[in-house]
């Protein structure tokens, strides 16, 4: 078991690294210029050339992207380099009709070339190549994903210069203080009510309670919210309704999150029911599924034999080994807390993770974006190995070879 | 299990969450104000960073020379004592300028209680020069600046040269945001010829780039200043004690009523309105005409509400490149498809103003005697008609052959995704299918529109706004043939050398009166080529507290809250 530990452990590392790269790499795909979001992000929505090259070499965005790479024999070491926009699309376009770099970086270079005429000049003079392969390039360490790499722990925001980590970790204890709260309850409710599905099998009662679990679950959770900021946080429709606070951090200078947190408990009990209420059919119908497929087995029948009370077989031997399955719900139920609900967030009006993710991917502040990915990743990987740790503690006959 | 104390511990969780709101908005009395903004602002430094969510803060913090005021929108001194007037002369190199003598005034100093010199503003232009200095934003306009001179005698007084034929000239230099010199450079060793490899410039730039980040303890010469703030959640801004400008009257700017203004940030527009009603904010803006509406329907006694005319355009923009929309005459028949009125009524409950064209209506100089081109199925069918565009096939969609190939009127229109522009495109569809025109509506990213299609010209049309400001317009970056490029910034990559002279004297005339004229044949001469399709310019849609005077302005963003006062107090 302890070998088996290390070799997770030691697996987390390779693992946080292929999701930076595949992180980094989509961020690569998306179609928005990072520069021309900070641009705008300064207030300079037409900006020129000079303005744009500055911004794009202060971003670093002239280095390759990675420490190699395979391209076409006729494509240039680092396209990257060429900082100017309207140059760089042209190219790009060359590129893709198969026009050798050689012929393209002379027309540009010669000072008949203007803006907007390569594609003619290539028509004119040059003809695309035909038979292509492919070469490889190595860039060494100076490429755009070692700097973040290693910056990390250093990046700051590009919206506002503040510390990545810093804000991803005040969002953080935001989004927990609502999720873990929730998960917690949720759980803890469903292991209830399901104890008592499985206890009162034909209750009529209980028949109308998991109705009503379903119609919950079935509501999307951003309209459950909103009607219930709507009706139970103003007296609009009669001050009877009013019995929640209203939505919207008390906010008390000076302080830390934490205190904000715990002096805004009250805030935070709406977000919380309207989660709980949403997963809690979920939870529920699971622990009932597991209890009453463990009720089904042959021990159990052996124990009714033994005429030992229902109640007693549920919960000293039917509830232990349905807790496996109920391991993996927690497990993820977990992992998922740390990513947030972005519509929950924004409708109560919370600073978590899920809209500080939304926000900084919408003003394409990567940095931001690559802290919360990876710390979720971080946090994932972790959890889902105390997973595989709890598996081994609640069921002795599991072993790990190492 | 027992059930009892679950019971009872719901029940207190519950109890605890009921609501004991209190009515704590300290709008009561002018203690506080507390405003929603939309979105964190960012960088609210305007030497680096002008954008419109900053300038919602720092227009308390940071002070220009002199501005537009907010009610005549006409220049009026903040740092000043007065506005300058031009003068010829030359430079001590002999170059020919226009110059301004600008006095500061004795009473105006930095918060930390160092006067404010003419030094400062020297220093702020050195800065924006500097080969390192990260101000993108102002090096164009502070290109047509020849030289500053400075006064032993007087450190109140700078005499800024000027290009003679540059027609901002003078509000070029009086937008200048001053930095504290004592702040960033106390040694005076800031130098704008310095190399790139020079450690001592990089290290003084550095120290002042990263100034764009700064929030609480900035030294500046505003009313206000920030004492809290948290990321993406609220920034609390208060007045400084014994301000100096206190001392001066009828100056917009350097007025400050409340003690404290609460900026919390709310993306949603519900929860903003929810937080409302609750008396957790003074002073919104909604977006959604038919929330502000419904407000103001069913609760009028609770609210004030306000509309302002927004120095922002709504327009469609069609590509004169494309082999469809090149012809004149398809762009007029086009432009009669659509119902301006009927979408500002529709679609924004009647709060927008129609325009004609690219300057604002609000500006001296619009051309109100143009008539705006009206909705006309008829005439837009005729007009194609006359363009030679028949349905040949019967399929309803008409079609001509344009170099050798027949091509039917098909035409893509980009949107951003936002509801506005959804409908209008909407309803544009209906009114082009009756002509005969298809019109397939493409949704994408603003930032991927202008990189895909707008900037590559590979695109119809697009449903977009633009934004403008109280300054002259010039119009050289969006209606020159020069920015009629891969990357530019004339979108419609409209050409007509008679245009292009206009704007040329448009840029070179410093004389309003003068200049009026050349803006009033300009707007003539693109409604008669229509490149684009002008709609609206929407009017902003704020809610206050209705125990708030509060006055707003064409000037974004659209108010200044160190002016709101209580009723009581008037």
């Given at each position: 078991?302890?070998?088996?530990?290390?070799?997770?452990?030691?697996?987390?590392?390779?693992?946080?690294?292929?999701?930076?790269?595949?992180?980094?790499?989509?961020?690569?795909?998306?179609?928005?210029?990072?520069?021309?979001?900070?641009?705008?992000?300064?207030?300079?929505?037409?900006?020129?050339?000079?303005?744009?090259?500055?911004?794009?070499?202060?971003?670093?965005?002239?280095?390759?992207?990675?420490y190699?790479?395979?391209?076409?024999?006729?494509?240039?070491?680092?396209?990257?380099?060429?900082?100017?926009?309207?140059?760089?699309?042209?190219?790009?376009?060359?590129l893709?009709?198969?026009?050798?770099?050689?012929?393209?970086?002379?027309?540009?270079?010669?000072?008949?070339?203007?803006?907007?005429?390569?594609?003619?000049?290539?028509?004119?003079?040059?003809?695309?190549?035909?038979?292509?392969?492919?070469?490889?390039?190595?860039?060494?360490?100076?490429?755009?994903?070692?700097?973040?790499?290693?910056?990390?722990?250093?990046?700051?925001?590009?919206?506002?210069?503040?510390?990545?980590?810093?804000?991803?970790?005040?969002?953080?204890?935001?989004?927990?203080?609502?999720?873990?709260?929730?998960?917690?309850?949720?759980?803890?409710?469903?292991?209830?009510?399901?104890?008592?599905?499985?206890?009162?099998?034909?209750?009529?009662?209980?028949?109308?309670?998991?109705?009503?679990?379903?119609?919950?679950?079935?509501?999307?959770?951003?309209?459950?919210?909103?009607?219930?900021?709507?009706?139970?946080?103003?007296?609009?429709?009669?001050?009877?309704t009013?019995?929640?606070?209203?939505v919207?951090?008390?906010?008390?200078?000076?302080?830390?999150?934490?205190?904000h947190?715990?002096?805004?408990?009250?805030?935070?009990?709406?977000?919380?029911?309207?989660?709980?209420?949403?997963?809690?059919?979920?939870?529920?119908?699971?622990?009932?599924?597991?209890?009453?497929?463990?009720?089904?087995?042959?021990?159990i029948?052996?124990?009714?034999?033994?005429?030992?009370?229902?109640?007693?077989?549920?919960?000293?031997?039917?509830?232990?080994?349905?807790?496996?399955?109920?391991i993996?719900?927690?497990?993820?139920?977990?992992?998922n807390?740390?990513?947030?609900?972005?519509?929950?967030?924004?409708?109560?009006?919370?600073?978590?993770?899920?809209?500080?993710?939304?926000?900084?991917?919408?003003?394409?502040?990567?940095?931001?974006?690559?802290?919360?990915v990876?710390?979720?990743?971080?946090?994932?990987?972790?959890?889902?190995?105390?997973?595989?740790?709890?598996?081994?503690?609640?069921?002795?006959?599991?072993?790990?070879?190492? | 299990?027992?059930?009892?104390?679950?019971?009872?511990?719901?029940?207190?969780?519950?109890?605890?969450?009921?609501?004991?709101?209190?009515?704590?908005?300290?709008?009561?009395?002018?203690?506080?104000?507390?405003?929603?903004?939309?979105?964190?602002?960012?960088?609210?430094?305007?030497?680096?960073?002008?954008?419109?969510?900053?300038?919602?803060?720092?227009?308390?913090?940071?002070?220009?020379?002199?501005?537009?005021?907010?009610?005549?929108?006409?220049?009026?001194?903040?740092?000043?004592?007065s506005?300058?007037?031009?003068?010829?002369?030359?430079?001590?190199?002999?170059?020919?300028?226009?110059?301004?003598?600008?006095?500061?005034?004795?009473?105006?100093?930095?918060?930390?209680?160092?006067?404010?010199?003419?030094?400062?503003?020297?220093?702020?232009?050195?800065?924006?020069?500097?080969?390192?200095?990260?101000?993108?934003?102002?090096?164009?306009?502070?290109?047509?600046?020849?030289?500053?001179?400075?006064?032993?005698?007087?450190?109140?007084?700078?005499?800024?040269?000027?290009?003679?034929?540059?027609?901002?000239?003078?509000?070029?230099?009086?937008?200048?945001?001053?930095?504290?010199?004592?702040?960033?450079?106390?040694?005076?060793?800031?130098?704008?010829?310095?190399?790139?490899?020079?450690t001592?410039?990089?290290?003084?730039?550095?120290?002042?780039?990263?100034?764009?980040?700064?929030?609480?303890?900035?030294?500046?010469?505003?009313?206000?200043?920030?004492?809290?703030?948290?990321?993406?959640?609220?920034?609390?801004?208060?007045?400084?004690?014994?301000?100096?400008?206190?001392?001066?009257?009828?100056?917009?700017?350097?007025?400050?009523?409340?003690?404290?203004?609460?900026?919390?940030?709310?993306?949603?527009?519900?929860?903003?309105?929810?937080?409302?009603?609750?008396?957790?904010?003074?002073?919104?803006?909604?977006?959604?005409?038919?929330?502000?509406?419904d407000?103001?329907?069913?609760?009028?006694?609770?609210?004030?509400?306000?509309?302002?005319?927004?120095?922002?355009?709504?327009?469609?923009?069609?590509?004169?490149?494309?082999?469809?929309?090149?012809?004149?005459?398809v762009?007029?028949?086009?432009?009669?498809?659509?119902?301006?009125?009927?979408?500002?009524?529709?679609?924004?409950?009647?709060?927008?103003?129609?325009?004609?064209?690219?300057?604002?209506?609000?500006?001296?100089?619009?051309?109100?005697?143009?008539?705006?081109?009206?909705?006309?199925?008829?005439?837009?069918?005729?007009?194609?008609?006359?363009?030679g565009?028949q349905?040949?096939?019967?399929?309803?969609?008409?079609?001509?052959?344009?170099?050798?190939?027949?091509?039917?009127m098909?035409?893509?229109?980009?949107?951003?995704?936002?509801?506005?522009?959804?409908?209008?495109?909407?309803?544009f569809?209906?009114?082009?299918k009756?002509?005969?025109?298809?019109?397939?509506?493409?949704?994408?990213?603003?930032?991927?529109?202008?990189?895909?299609?707008?900037?590559?010209?590979?695109?119809?049309m697009?449903?977009?706004?633009?934004?403008?400001?109280?300054?002259a317009?010039?119009?050289?970056?969006?209606?020159?043939?020069?920015?009629?490029?891969?990357?530019?910034?004339?979108?419609?990559?409209?050409?007509?050398?008679?245009?292009?002279?206009?704007?040329?004297?448009?840029?070179?005339?410093?004389?309003?009166?003068?200049?009026?004229?050349y803006?009033?044949?300009?707007?003539?001469?693109?409604?008669?080529?229509?490149?684009?399709?002008?709609?609206?310019?929407?009017?902003?849609?704020?809610?206050?507290?209705?125990?708030?005077?509060?006055?707003?302005?064409?000037?974004?963003?659209?108010?200044?809250?160190?002016?709101?006062?209580?009723?009581?107090?008037?």
């Amino acid at each position: 078991m302890f070998r088996y530990i290390i070799k997770r452990t030691l697996i987390i590392l390779p693992t946080i690294w292929i999701i930076s790269v595949v992180a980094f790499l989509l961020s690569k795909a998306v179609p928005q210029d990072p520069t021309i979001s900070i641009l705008n992000n300064r207030g300079i929505s037409e900006s020129t050339n000079k303005e744009y090259r500055s911004v794009y070499t202060e971003l670093k965005l002239n280095l390759p992207n990675f420490y190699f790479a395979i391209t076409p024999h006729y494509y240039p070491d680092n396209i990257n380099a060429i900082s100017d926009r309207i140059i760089r699309t042209e190219v790009n376009e060359a590129l893709k009709n198969k026009y050798h770099w050689q012929d393209i970086s002379q027309i540009i270079e010669s000072r008949d070339y203007k803006i907007g005429q390569l594609s003619q000049i290539l028509r004119k003079q040059h003809t695309p190549v035909g038979i292509y392969f492919p070469k490889w390039i190595w860039y060494g360490s100076n490429n755009q994903y070692h700097n973040w790499l290693f910056s990390f722990f250093d990046s700051t925001s590009l919206i506002d210069g503040k510390s990545s980590l810093s804000k991803v970790g005040t969002a953080l204890q935001w989004t927990l203080s609502i999720t873990l709260v929730d998960l917690v309850l949720s759980i803890f409710l469903s292991f209830l009510l399901g104890y008592y599905f499985v206890k009162n099998e034909n209750s009529r009662f209980l028949k109308f309670l998991n109705q009503g679990l379903y119609l919950f679950y079935s509501i999307p959770i951003f309209w459950l919210a909103t009607l219930l900021v709507v009706y139970l946080t103003t007296d609009d429709y009669g001050s009877w309704t009013n019995i929640f606070p209203s939505v919207g951090i008390d906010i008390y200078p000076g302080k830390s999150t934490t205190y904000h947190i715990l002096h805004n408990i009250d805030k935070l009990l709406l977000p919380i029911l309207c989660l709980t209420i949403t997963s809690l059919a979920y939870s529920t119908r699971f622990i009932r599924r597991s209890l009453s497929d463990e009720m089904q087995k042959p021990y159990i029948q052996t124990a009714y034999a033994k005429g030992i009370d229902r109640e007693i077989i549920i919960k000293k031997h039917a509830l232990r080994n349905a807790l496996m399955p109920m391991i993996t719900i927690i497990v993820s139920a977990m992992a998922n807390a740390f990513a947030g609900s972005l519509l929950l967030e924004v409708i109560f009006n919370i600073p978590g993770i899920g809209r500080l993710l939304f926000n900084s991917i919408g003003h394409t502040d990567w940095n931001v974006v690559f802290s919360i990915v990876m710390v979720i990743a971080l946090v994932t990987t972790v959890i889902y190995l105390i997973g595989d740790i709890l598996y081994a503690i609640a069921n002795p006959k599991i072993r790990y070879d190492a | 299990m027992n059930c009892r104390w679950i019971i009872i511990l719901l029940a207190f969780l519950v109890q605890s969450a009921c609501n004991t709101d209190t009515n704590v908005s300290k709008g009561d009395s002018l203690e506080e104000i507390n405003i929603r903004l939309r979105k964190d602002p960012g960088k609210i430094n305007p030497l680096f960073a002008l954008t419109a969510s900053g300038r919602e803060l720092y227009q308390y913090i940071f002070l220009p020379v002199a501005d537009f005021h907010p009610e005549s929108l006409e220049l009026f001194p903040i740092l000043i004592e007065s506005i300058p007037e031009a003068y010829e002369t030359t430079t001590d190199d002999g170059e020919k300028a226009v110059a301004y003598d600008l006095i500061f005034r004795d009473a105006a100093q930095w918060s930390d209680g160092q006067a404010l010199t003419a030094a400062d503003y020297a220093f702020t232009i050195d800065v924006i020069n500097h080969p390192l200095s990260k101000a993108t934003r102002w090096k164009p306009y502070i290109e047509n600046i020849l030289s500053i001179k400075l006064y032993d005698d007087n450190p109140k007084k700078v005499t800024v040269y000027l290009n003679p034929d540059y027609m901002l000239s003078q509000e070029t230099c009086v937008s200048i945001y001053p930095m504290p010199q004592h702040i960033y450079d106390t040694n005076k060793k800031l130098d704008i010829a310095a190399t790139s490899d020079d450690t001592l410039q990089i290290s003084l730039m550095d120290n002042i780039n990263n100034a764009v980040n700064d929030r609480v303890g900035i030294v500046q010469a505003g009313p206000y200043h920030i004492t809290d703030e948290a990321s993406d959640e609220y920034l609390i801004l208060e007045k400084r004690k014994n301000y100096w400008g206190d001392k001066i009257p009828n100056s917009p700017s350097l007025q400050g009523f409340a003690k404290k203004m609460v900026f919390k940030i709310v993306p949603d527009d519900l929860t903003a309105i929810t937080m409302a009603k609750e008396g957790k904010l003074d002073f919104l803006e909604l977006r959604s005409a038919d929330d502000f509406l419904d407000l103001r329907d069913n609760h009028a006694d609770s609210f004030s509400f306000h509309t302002p005319q927004l120095m922002f355009t709504y327009y469609i923009p069609m590509n004169n490149k494309s082999e469809i929309l090149s012809d004149k005459i398809v762009r007029k028949a086009l432009s009669h498809l659509i119902d301006v009125e009927d979408i500002i009524q529709t679609l924004d409950g009647g709060l927008g103003v129609r325009t004609i064209g690219p300057f604002h209506p609000t500006k001296s100089y619009y051309n109100e005697s143009i008539t705006p081109i009206s909705y006309d199925i008829n005439k837009a069918k005729e007009l194609l008609s006359s363009s030679g565009w028949q349905d040949t096939d019967n399929d309803g969609i008409l079609d001509k052959v344009i170099n050798g190939k027949r091509t039917p009127m098909e035409l893509e229109f980009l949107i951003t995704g936002s509801p506005l522009s959804k409908n209008i495109a909407l309803i544009f569809q209906q009114n082009t299918k009756k002509a005969g025109v298809k019109l397939n509506i493409v949704a994408k990213k603003m930032s991927v529109m202008r990189k895909e299609n707008l900037y590559t010209y590979k695109y119809d049309m697009a449903a977009l706004a633009k934004a403008s400001d109280v300054i002259a317009d010039d119009p050289y970056s969006s209606w020159h043939s020069d920015n009629a490029i891969p990357g530019g910034s004339n979108t419609a990559a409209y050409n007509n050398p008679e245009v292009d002279a206009l704007i040329q004297k448009i840029r070179q005339t410093r004389d309003p009166e003068k200049r009026e004229a050349y803006y009033l044949e300009f707007q003539q001469k693109i409604y008669e080529d229509q490149p684009m399709i002008f709609l609206y310019s929407p009017l902003l849609k704020f809610v206050g507290n209705h125990k708030l005077n509060i006055t707003t302005t064409s000037k974004r963003p659209g108010y200044m809250a160190n002016t709101f006062t209580l009723i009581d107090e008037i």
